[in-house]
């Protein structure tokens, strides 16, 4: 049995059964045999009626929903509800998006060898999608991982965090209650390395995976030939900071990109550049709006911040703080902890920038802070890391934005506003050590199918 526990207080919320590798053989049978059987295929007009069958049934149940979410992943409840608000409007767009899956006609006649042909290309779905999910969205990124598949016409098993499993098996059931048929979307609770088995397997055609650089590349390493996948890991958030910036919109927005989700988010603010005529000033100034952030419960509906996910969390950031302080590291506010489970919100001032904060992703509610007198020069520590996901930079002048966005290493640049912006269709993914091809509902559908070429050949062409 698995425990479920509160991240705030370690309370148990709920035991649930996890399976073995007999299960995950079944689970993998299953799925096989819908795809090999094209009679059992889902056509298009059922998958948009069940997707939006499903959104109406999580409008239904927001609240709900929302408690399981910040319940078990420890989010905040405002943001948890903001989270399964963005979740609804994923199913929703990936209804809309069965639409669009189509392919073309390709141009023959261009030679006397292709006289008399006409071509096309379509789209079809690519077999089974194995999807392994993380934990700081527990409802969100489980829609990204199944309703895409579903919507591109292929089964899916997913495997939920286990610290975070009940928002996916909540989803489960609305799946079920909304008519999809059994064995198209599979979940499965196991221990990692019974969960190997969901990629390594020779009938996987998609491997999804959400999580840590160090499993996402042991994994594809793993795969079989012709295996496709999707990596998202994390990263180390760039953010260039021009003196022109307007620090109305900039000291609010550091604060929400920084300490969101405690900073357990991929593309959170975690090191910005301030260039050294406002450096002191905007640096103290967010530093007094972090420490006036309410960090505590997060079911409790005035809570700013939550707890990190596990109590090792809490102590791997002290240390981490700690080895920076110790480096001669100017603590701004925060760096101790509050208790087993949560971390004050902390703001370093010019750490060292071969030092554990500066190197490599925190993942917790530390905001690195330096200063700079080049721009030239602080894109190159932005762009230092191995790692790159998302960056923003923040001027008045249009001149100097695109030249910035041109050069720091980013799949995405965020102008006047924080690294961790994001919405659902946009493309969403990693460079580097930080990942792998690109999520967003409709490019993960795009990835879930695959090109068939149809040729005619007639003499009346």
């Keep these: 049995m698995l425990k479920v526990y509160s991240p705030y207080d370690r309370s148990l919320i709920k035991e649930i059964p996890t399976v073995g590798k007999k299960e995950v053989e079944q689970a993998l049978s299953i799925a096989h ?36 979410a910040a319940g078990e992943g420890g989010k905040p409840w405002q943001d948890s509800q903001v989270e399964v608000l963005r979740a609804i409007n994923g199913v929703k767009l990936a209804a809309e998006h069965i639409s669009q899956i189509k392919g073309e006609q390709v141009p023959m006649g261009l030679t006397r060898a292709s006289e008399g042909r006409l071509a096309f290309v379509t789209r079809e779905p690519i077999g089974i999608v194995s999807s392994v999910s993380a934990f700081n969205h527990p409802l969100n990124l489980i829609i990204h991982q199944t309703v895409t598949a579903i919507a591109a016409g292929c089964p899916v098993i997913i495997k939920p965090a286990l610290t ?90 550091l604060l929400k990109g920084g300490f969101y989700h405690s900073g357990q988010v991929c593309v959170s603010v975690k090191r910005v550049f301030l260039h050294k005529d406002i450096c002191d000033s905007v640096a103290h100034e967010l530093a007094e709006m972090a420490g006036k952030l309410i960090v505590g419960n997060p079911m409790d509906k005035k809570t700013e911040m939550g707890p990190l996910i596990l109590p090792r969390e809490v102590d791997r950031i002290e240390e981490w703080v700690n080895e920076a302080l110790a480096k001669g590291t100017r603590l701004l506010t925060g760096g101790k902890r509050i208790s087993a489970t949560c971390f004050q919100p902390t703001i370093l001032l010019n750490p060292p920038a071969d030092i554990r904060v500066s190197t490599q992703e925190i993942f917790g509610p530390v905001v690195c802070i330096y200063s700079y007198s080049n721009r030239e020069d602080a894109i190159k520590l932005a762009n230092a890391l191995p790692f790159a996901f998302q960056a923003s930079v923040f001027t008045k002048n249009i001149d100097v934005a695109l030249d910035t966005v041109k050069k720091l290493n980013a799949t995405a640049v965020m102008v006047n506003d924080h690294s961790a912006f994001r919405v659902d269709w946009m493309p ?34």
């Excluded at 090999?36 to 997707?51: F, G, H, N, S, T």
């Excluded at 990942?435 to 199918?449: A, D, F, N, Q, R």
């Design 33 to 68: 045999g819908l795809f090999l059987d094209q009679a059992k295929w889902i056509p298009p007009y059922e998958r948009m009626d069940v997707l939006e069958r499903t959104v109406e049934l999580m409008k239904s149940r927001v609240e709900q929903l929302t408690k399981t």
């Design 164 to 253: 975070t499993p009940l928002s996916c098996l909540g989803f489960m059931d609305i799946l079920k209650e909304a008519g999809l048929p059994a064995g198209w979307c599979q979940a499965i609770v196991c221990e990692n390395d019974t969960a190997e088995q969901l990629v390594i397997d020779n009938r996987v055609s998609y491997f999804s995976f959400i999580g840590s650089a160090k499993v996402g590349w042991y994994l594809r390493s793993k795969l079989n030939p012709g295996t496709r996948c999707a990596l998202e890991h994390g990263g180390s958030a760039p953010v260039i900071v021009e003196k022109d910036a307007d620090l109305k919109e900039l000291l609010p927005a």
């Design 428 to 461: 969403f993914g990693g460079r580097g050590a930080s990942g792998l091809g690109m999520g967003g509902i409709p490019y993960s559908i795009h990835e879930m199918t695959r090109e068939k070429m149809m040729v005619i050949k007639s003499p009346v062409l």
